[in-house]
């Protein structure tokens, strides 16, 4: 079965602090790995997908396979960037479908 | 271009009642999916419509609840005698084909009472 762990439900920083969002994944297979954000009263929308290897807003993420994570990062978190971060996976052979993880909210204060 | 579209935004019913939940995905996207976003399960699949092919239905939680997508197109998710449990927002979203990025609806809110 196919699993995605987002190990902290809250994550403070301050403003220009780096960010780092993780994601960990079970998977027996390659999985393709994602990341999307939900601005307050806005719809889920992608953020980033692995395979892309873009930057978007600043933020990156590294496919690990051998520690199977796949964090977010940023070096200079802004105010903007508050929002709640889901990372999912489609497992390859499991019909596209998205499987996510709980998410995790990401406050950044002045 | 427009994007996924869902109505109800918000819908209220009484514990029994069966409700019906649209959705309109992206003109030319041959994908559709469901998804459910609750306290207690987070967001989870619930169906997937790909073509002309037979549905993927295997995150379906219970005979209660069945989807339809006419012409390629627009969705309906039905729930038959819904149960308080069925509350949570439900998403809808679709993509080019399978495994291409997949663009969500603003959802709809079920609250069941």
């Known amino acids: 079965a196919q699993r995605v762990t987002q190990p902290e439900k809250l994550l403070s920083v301050f403003k220009g602090a780096p960010v780092e969002l993780k994601c960990n994944y079970s998977?027996?297979?390659?999985?393709?790995l994602f990341w999307y954000v939900q601005y307050s009263r806005q719809r889920l929308q992608l953020l980033l997908r692995?395979?892309s290897r873009e930057s978007i807003k600043g933020f990156t993420a590294d496919l690990n396979k051998g520690e199977t994570s796949f964090h977010l990062k940023k070096p200079f978190a802004q105010e903007e960037d508050s929002a709640m971060y889901y990372c999912?996976?489609?497992?390859?052979?499991?019909?596209?479908?998205?499987?996510f993880g709980t998410g995790t909210r990401l406050q950044v204060t002045l | 271009g427009a994007g996924v579209s869902q109505s109800p935004s918000n819908k209220v019913t009484e514990k029994g009642k069966d409700v019906e939940l649209r959705c309109d995905p992206i003109?030319?996207?041959?994908?559709l999916y469901w998804y459910r976003q609750s306290l207690g399960q987070g967001l989870e699949f619930l169906i997937y419509?790909?073509?002309?092919?037979?549905?993927?239905k295997s995150g379906l939680p219970s005979d209660r609840f069945s989807a339809e997508r006419t012409g390629g197109s627009v969705s309906t998710l039905t729930i038959q005698r819904t149960q308080q449990e069925d509350s949570a927002v439900y998403l809808c979203?679709?993509?080019?084909?399978?495994?291409?990025?997949?663009?969500f609806g603003p959802g709809t809110r079920l609250l069941v009472l």
């Open positions: 692995h395979i």
């Open positions: 003109s030319g996207h041959t994908a």
């Open positions: 999912a996976l489609i497992g390859t052979g499991t019909a596209s479908k998205l499987t």
């Open positions: 979203a679709s993509s080019l084909a399978g495994f291409e990025t997949q663009y």
């Open positions: 998977y027996s297979g390659s999985p393709e």
């Open positions: 419509f790909q073509g002309n092919s037979a549905p993927d």
